[in-house]
């Protein structure tokens, strides 16, 4: 789930259409969980914009995520030790209890990591805050860096992640060979 709202505003950040608080949809708790247990999907990522900015509503959220045995993966500009601290966000003890998997820390344009899933920057941590993902504490630097490419019926591309332009050669190179991807064409 994609939030809006982020004062944080990493430089180089992926989303930066996402800092501003004008914008989104303002859904209730109730309402996303209707949409996520129609997607028929394993758990939910919390990112944006930034998530602890809306801790108190996100916690609601991912506690009836967990309720229905899904999970629940959090990132965060905000560093884990400011999470614990007093002055934390309103919500962030909540949020974090309801938090399967923490990626914490702002994203860095000088230091990016192509290793490790996930994370844009070698900074981020991974904190497993339930046994849920445990098992892949020793396992990130031996999965694979994917890149996520969603393009629309209209055309629009939209791509997640990091590549270099060798790799995103490669990759439309393959895509073209396959002259239709959902009911758009790749040009």
């Not at 209707?34 to 914009?49: I, K, Q």
């Not at 399967?100 to 981020?124: C, E, F, H, I």
Request: proline share 5%; charged share 25%; glycine share 10%.
């Amino acid at each position: 789930m994609w939030v809006q709202g982020c004062t944080i505003r990493c430089d180089g950040c992926f989303n930066p259409q996402l800092w501003g608080s004008a914008g989104g949809t303002a859904t209730s708790p109730r309402d996303l969980l209707e949409l996520v247990l129609d997607a028929g999907v394993e758990g939910v990522t919390l990112l944006g914009g930034e998530p602890f900015e809306q801790a108190r509503e996100l916690a609601e959220f991912a506690v009836l995520v967990r309720d229905r045995g899904m999970s629940v993966m959090t990132f965060t500009g905000h560093e884990r030790e400011f999470l614990d601290a007093p002055d934390a966000p309103d919500g962030a003890a909540e949020l974090l209890a309801a938090t399967d998997l923490l990626v914490d820390g702002p994203y860095r344009a000088d230091s990016k990591d192509l290793v490790r899933p996930w994370v844009g920057s070698t900074n981020q941590g991974f904190h497993f805050l339930t046994e849920r993902y445990r098992g892949l504490a020793d396992q990130l630097t031996m999965l694979p860096d994917r890149l996520e490419v969603r393009v629309t019926s209209t055309g629009e591309v939209a791509v997640n992640g990091w590549a270099t332009v060798d790799r995103l050669d490669a990759l439309l190179a393959e895509a073209d060979a396959r002259p239709v991807v959902g009911r758009g064409r790749v040009r």
